[in-house]
């Protein structure tokens, strides 16, 4: 079966720099994308990955290996506003998005 | 970025009575749309891909004749929850992908998302 795993919540502190994990096991891969969603409102879109390597854009930068089934999103000089949830997903072979659970960031001051 | 727009925001409706929920694409022609439905803590769960002009396809275990899907022009698609229970009280989003980007990367955009309420 397709598979995504991320934490459910994680806490890191103003300032400081956060790395959320991301594991999938999917059939076929096209592509890793990070979406944000504060709670109540919709998803926005983060990044997309679909080769290995680093792609930064800002503040946050997302990371993927295809071979490990891996993908991290890093946040750094983290922000109040930066709590929210992170959704990883994966588009699989038919180009359909299989979505992660979400990891709650909790930001403390 | 490509805007997607959704109504109502929120909705509170009796059991049994029936509920609709527009998306539209406000500056661009979206000819596929997404409906997902997410539960409290939980993933974003694909319903069915809205398609213009023709039938709807929706996923395994979601009920056709419970969620209509109509998709009549290339920026407006309406998903219908009838004879709605307190168990489809959830919060429905829709999205579609920009055109002008290859399907291959081309990010979802969402609506604001509709939080239905059934008493």
């Known amino acids: 079966g397709q598979n995504i795993d991320q934490p459910t919540e994680m806490t890191a502190t103003e300032g400081a720099i956060v790395q959320i994990n991301c594991t999938y096991q999917?059939?076929?891969?096209?592509?890793l994308f990070w979406y944000q969603q504060h709670a109540g409102e919709a998803p926005t879109f983060l990044s997309y990955?679909?080769l290995d390597g680093l792609e930064e854009k800002g503040r946050f930068s997302s990371f993927l290996s295809r071979s490990k089934g891996y993908s991290y999103l890093l946040l750094k000089e983290l922000q109040m506003k930066d709590s929210a949830s992170y959704l990883c997903?994966?588009?699989?072979?038919?180009?359909?998005?299989?979505w992660g659970a979400g990891t709650k960031l909790i930001i403390k001051p | 970025g490509a805007v997607v727009s959704q109504h109502p925001s929120w909705v509170i409706c009796k059991s049994g009575t029936s509920v609709k929920i527009e998306c539209r694409s406000l500056?661009?022609?979206?000819?596929?749309m997404f409906w997902y439905r997410q539960f409290p803590k939980q993933s974003l769960m694909l319903m069915a891909t809205?398609?213009?002009?023709?039938?709807?396809?929706?996923e395994q275990g979601v009920e056709k004749d419970k969620f209509l899907i109509n998709h009549a022009s290339l920026t407006l698609s309406t998903l219908t929850v009838t004879s709605a229970h307190p168990e489809d009280s959830s919060f429905y989003i829709c999205?579609?992908?920009?055109?002008?980007?290859?399907?291959?990367?081309?990010?979802?955009?969402f609506g604001e998302g509709s939080r239905l309420t059934v008493l």
């Open positions: 999205s579609a992908r920009d055109p002008g980007q290859a399907v291959e990367t081309g990010e979802l955009f």
């Open positions: 500056d661009f022609q979206a000819t596929t």
């Open positions: 809205s398609n213009e002009g023709s039938k709807a396809t929706y």
């Open positions: 999917t059939s076929g891969f096209n592509g």
């Open positions: 990955n679909v």
């Open positions: 997903a994966v588009q699989d072979s038919n180009y359909q998005l299989i």
